[in-house]
């Protein structure tokens, strides 16, 4: 019996993994827009520049890193923490809090394993346009093609997939104005981490990990791969990111001042910001998030034979890692 037609667009962890769990009951065409899959799971230079971290009580994620064959390592939190306070830098011993976990290679091995247990290629480089209904069929058009599926899944972030995709018919207007209220997770970071020839800061007694509401860089965490030492911060949201190498220089600064004159020596310096990623981002996302959100919805169009999906998407562990894998089992269960 011929299969069923399944189109997804976006080549995330969700739109991955809903793909791998659909594709012996569906003739899966995965779509991304960018020229790499992994979407927010982003490397540089070996580095994390997306999702960092797993947590023990995310069962779904921590299965599926197992079933991939893939080793996680805890973070690096031995040691002392400093604060970066106007009084200048005060060191603390912070209580322990619940562990988190790193995974070997970085989390693009993640997506890297999923798309290798895909029966068919991911088609990069294919921004979609417009889906359009047509009798039992979904019309979908990129900017360089036209496929044709009995379902689409959208694992885009809610508000890219009501602002950048067109749809006929239109969404319902409660559902478009649903889908722009969901604020983007990460939608407004900036990362940026600093490669040094040697992790000076363990020498030291130092854990890596700093807090500051001076900036740029407002925590900062020990981002040491198996061969490389580096630090990594999340940008503060008072930061000016207009101009990179000034940000830089900042970044720099800052950190001599946490971790003396060894950290003015750095061999890379990395830096995304995600507010800049239009496959990520939109306007709407120009505002820092005060809280994480409370996650979680189900969407559907075209008599339900388009449904959204994606880490915020989910009702549990929304926006997260796990969100993710949650978001993809509960596609593969409503298909």
Same mark, same amino acid.
């Given at each position: 019996?011929?299969?069923?037609?399944?189109?997804?667009?976006?080549?995330?962890?969700?739109?991955?993994?809903?793909?791998?769990?659909?594709?012996?009951?569906?003739?899966?065409?995965?779509?991304?827009?960018?020229?790499?899959?992994?979407?927010?799971?982003?490397?540089?230079?070996?580095?994390?520049?997306?999702?960092?971290?797993?947590?023990?009580?995310?069962?779904?994620?921590?299965?599926?890193?197992?079933?991939?064959?893939?080793?996680?390592?805890?973070?690096?939190?031995?040691?002392?923490?400093?604060?970066?306070?106007?009084?200048?830098?005060?060191?603390?011993?912070?209580?322990?809090?619940?562990?988190?976990?790193?995974?070997?290679?970085?989390?693009?091995?993640?997506?890297?394993?999923?798309?290798?247990?895909?029966?068919?290629?991911? !088609?990069?480089?294919?921004?979609?346009?417009?889906?359009?209904?047509?009798?039992?069929?979904?019309?979908?058009?990129?900017?360089?093609?036209?496929?044709?599926?009995?379902?689409?899944?959208?694992?885009?972030?809610?508000?890219?997939?009501?602002?950048?995709?067109?749809?006929?018919? /239109?969404?319902?207007? /409660?559902?478009?104005?649903?889908?722009?209220?969901?604020?983007?997770?990460?939608?407004? /970071?900036?990362?940026?981490?600093?490669?040094?020839?040697?992790?000076?800061?363990?020498?030291?007694?130092?854990?890596?990990?700093?807090?500051?509401?001076?900036?740029?860089?407002?925590?900062? !965490?020990?981002?040491?791969?198996?061969?490389?030492?580096?630090?990594?911060?999340?940008?503060?949201?008072?930061?000016?990111?207009?101009?990179?190498?000034?940000?830089?220089?900042?970044?720099?600064?800052?950190?001599?001042?946490?971790?003396?004159?060894?950290?003015?020596?750095?061999?890379?310096?990395?830096?995304?910001?995600?507010?800049?990623?239009?496959?990520?981002?939109?306007?709407?996302?120009?505002?820092?998030?005060?809280?994480?959100?409370?996650?979680?919805?189900?969407?559907?169009?075209?008599?339900?034979?388009?449904?959204?999906?994606?880490?915020?998407? /989910?009702?549990?562990?929304?926006?997260?890692?796990?969100?993710?894998?949650?978001?993809?089992?509960?596609?593969?269960?409503?298909?």
């Amino acid at each position: 019996m011929e299969k069923k037609k399944l189109l997804i667009i976006g080549a995330g962890l969700s739109g991955l993994y809903s793909a791998v769990l659909l594709q012996e009951r569906y003739e899966v065409t995965v779509l991304e827009a960018r020229g790499r899959t992994g979407g927010r799971v982003m490397a540089m230079g070996g580095h994390d520049m997306g999702p960092s971290w797993v947590w023990g009580h995310q069962k779904n994620i921590l299965q599926l890193i197992e079933s991939l064959g893939l080793a996680l390592f805890p973070q690096y939190t031995h040691g002392a923490a400093l604060y970066d306070a106007p009084e200048g830098v005060q060191r603390f011993h912070p209580s322990s809090g619940v562990p988190s976990y790193r995974v070997k290679g970085g989390i693009v091995q993640i997506a890297a394993a999923l798309e290798k247990r895909l029966h068919k290629a991911v !088609h990069l480089n294919e921004k979609v346009l417009s889906l359009t209904e047509s009798g039992e069929k979904i019309v979908v058009k990129t900017a360089t093609g036209t496929y044709e599926a009995d379902r689409v899944i959208v694992t885009l972030p809610p508000r890219l997939a009501a602002e950048s995709l067109a749809y006929a018919p /239109a969404l319902p207007s /409660a559902l478009q104005r649903q889908l722009q209220e969901i604020p983007t997770w990460m939608g407004y /970071a900036a990362k940026c981490v600093i490669e040094y020839p040697e992790a000076f800061w363990r020498e030291e007694g130092l854990s890596g990990f700093a807090v500051s509401h001076l900036g740029p860089l407002s925590e900062i !965490h020990d981002a040491c791969t198996e061969n490389k030492a580096a630090l990594f911060g999340f940008v503060h949201t008072r930061a000016n990111r207009a101009n990179n190498e000034a940000l830089e220089a900042q970044i720099i600064t800052q950190l001599k001042r946490l971790y003396g004159i060894k950290a003015g020596e750095p061999s890379r310096i990395y830096l995304v910001d995600w507010k800049k990623e239009d496959c990520t981002s939109t306007p709407l996302d120009a505002m820092p998030l005060s809280a994480h959100p409370a996650y979680g919805f189900a969407a559907t169009h075209f008599n339900d034979r388009l449904l959204f999906s994606g880490t915020e998407s /989910a009702f549990s562990e929304g926006g997260y890692l796990e969100g993710a894998v949650v978001s993809a089992v509960q596609a593969a269960r409503s298909l």
